[in-house]
């Protein structure tokens, strides 16, 4: 397994200060010289073998810490890509306040939806990143031509209404996510708004979801007898093309994350009867190498997933 390393920075976000900065951990594949430099700053050097390496920006759920994410990260950077999460404080719900991977609400609204990002900190994200990739240790390391946007819960739901929107967005994967709306911004109950994208996805789910059941009332349902919402906008709301279902039996909202029983909403969940976060990890891993290396190997990956998973596929014409 590659030698994964990781550093800090912060980007400007929209909002008020202090609420308007985003801190970001990106993690990528490292090589250790041993050198002095290294020794004194715990600064590596990226592996320039591979380099440059396509990126992943992951998006959290709303309360719960990047780091919370840390061995999902380091599972997918080390298949050859850099990683990049987020911690964001800013204005929740209600003039609350917590960590959020940033919306618009009025971009979601029924008079605006699809008309622009409902998460515009992805764009200051990647901008930053085009910074970064013009400065020591990691010049030149970064391909931001081949980006994959993911996230977990609400992440997940914002990269969903936002892909789109950026260009070089080339495939798009969530876990415990769906489109399904909030009435309290105006939608009829039930309604699943049509996904942003126009790339591959990959949607993941666990059948022990105790978040989305809990969060029913949210979007005018009864959570005890309803679809699941993360099936419906797979079936409902991608457009054509080379989409995968994934889901693991026994596994929970917090499947492919280390949850923090202080914050978030895993007092909801159900019990974690299977750890999604490995086979979730190399199904990931694997669905990026193919569509943003073009990786043969990988699509043998995918035709065969790891026995923990089920997996449904669409396959009409490439959108």
């Not at 290294?38 to 050097?45: H, I, K, N």
């Amino acid at each position: 397994m590659s030698l994964i390393r990781s550093l800090w920075w912060s980007t400007r976000t929209d909002g008020e200060p202090p609420f308007d900065t985003a801190h970001l951990k990106i993690y990528y594949p490292a090589i250790a010289t041993g050198d002095d430099a290294e020794r004194l700053t715990g600064v590596f050097a990226p592996d320039l073998a591979g380099a440059p390496y396509p990126v992943v920006v992951f998006l959290s759920g709303v309360n719960v810490g990047q780091d919370a994410y840390r061995r999902f990260a380091t599972a997918v950077a080390a298949s050859g890509f850099v990683v990049v999460t987020m911690d964001r404080v800013a204005e929740l719900f209600g003039g609350q306040r917590g960590l959020t991977p940033g919306v618009d609400l009025d971009a979601a609204r029924p008079d605006a939806y699809g008309t622009r990002p409902t998460c515009p900190t992805i764009g200051a994200v990647l901008d930053s990143l085009a910074e970064l990739n013009e400065l020591p240790p990691l010049r030149g390391a970064l391909d931001l031509d081949r980006i994959a946007l993911g996230g977990h819960s609400a992440g997940g739901t914002v990269v969903l209404q936002s892909a789109r929107y950026f260009p070089s967005v080339a495939a798009v994967f969530a876990w415990g996510a769906h489109t399904m709306v909030a009435t309290m911004l105006g939608w009829e109950p039930g309604t699943v708004l049509p996904a942003q994208v126009s790339c591959p996805v990959l949607l993941g789910v666990g059948t022990n979801d105790g978040v989305i059941r809990g969060s029913a009332d949210r979007y005018g349902e009864d959570g005890a007898d309803r679809p699941d919402p993360v099936r419906r906008t797979f079936t409902e709301a991608l457009p054509p093309g080379d989409h995968l279902l994934a889901v693991v039996p026994g596994a929970n909202h917090f499947g492919i994350a280390d949850a923090d029983p202080t914050a978030a909403r895993a007092f909801l969940d159900g019990p974690a009867d299977t750890d999604a976060l490995v086979p979730f990890a190399r199904l990931t891993a694997a669905f990026l190498r193919a569509h943003l290396r073009g990786d043969p190997e990988a699509k043998t990956v995918l035709a065969e997933p790891d026995s923990d998973i089920r997996l449904t596929r669409r396959e009409e014409t490439t959108c």
